[in-house]
């Protein structure tokens, strides 16, 4: 399966290339506010180097959501723009599972993102496997037992969480393994995973 991966959830800006389920390269970045510019540059430099076209694709995988609403709007919007014109399904990727991709942990535990402020998305999983609703909270250690997640230290110190920063590699391999279940070919009905509107200014905790 050919498949091109985006994440741009996050700080985070790559594209990963995967031909017979396997990836052949990576471009990624974390810096804030260059994937604009940046991901139509890495997208195009990526299929020019391994002689793919958009129609040699099964399908363009994208990291859904939650996260920055500007970097989640840019990464959709070019994947849908690459997959009309060849008519390729898109998979949308749940952002917090492709952080939970590589934690290996039995028993309960929370992926965090950091969204603004003292603010996170957050979901509980358990031994791997999501087990609660995305939530977006202001941050409570007493809530958020065994902490896994990216770019919290304006929330939390450093050593107090596991670091997992989203990847493009990761979009890829969900895209992947779930593809029966999550492409799809309605481009109309894709949108990107807010969890909550953007312009929501006060988020008490509970």
Request: glycine share 6%; charged share 20%.
């Amino acid at each position: 399966m050919n498949i091109l991966a985006i994440e741009s959830a996050s700080t985070v800006c790559g594209t990963a290339l995967f031909r017979d389920d396997k990836m052949v390269e990576i471009d990624e970045i974390t810096k804030p506010r260059i994937h604009g510019e940046r991901l139509p540059i890495i997208i195009n430099n990526i299929l020019k180097n391994n002689k793919i076209k958009v129609a040699d694709l099964d399908g363009i995988a994208i990291s859904e959501g939650p996260g920055s609403y500007t970097g989640l709007r840019i990464g959709m919007s070019l994947a849908k723009g690459l997959a009309v014109s060849e008519k390729v399904p898109i998979i949308p990727v749940p952002t917090l599972e492709v952080m939970n991709r590589e934690i290996s942990r039995e028993g309960v535990y929370w992926i965090l993102l950091h969204s603004h402020k003292d603010v996170v998305f957050a979901q509980r999983f358990n031994s791997g496997s999501p087990d609660s609703q995305i939530e977006c909270k202001v941050y409570n250690a007493e809530r958020y037992i065994y902490p896994v997640g990216f770019n919290l230290d304006s929330v939390c110190k450093p050593t107090e969480y596991e670091p997992a920063p989203p990847s493009s590699k990761y979009v890829g391999e969900l895209a992947i393994q779930y593809f029966d279940k999550w492409a799809q070919s309605n481009l109309n009905t894709i949108t990107p995973n807010y969890v909550t509107n953007y312009n929501l200014r006060n988020i008490s905790a509970h």
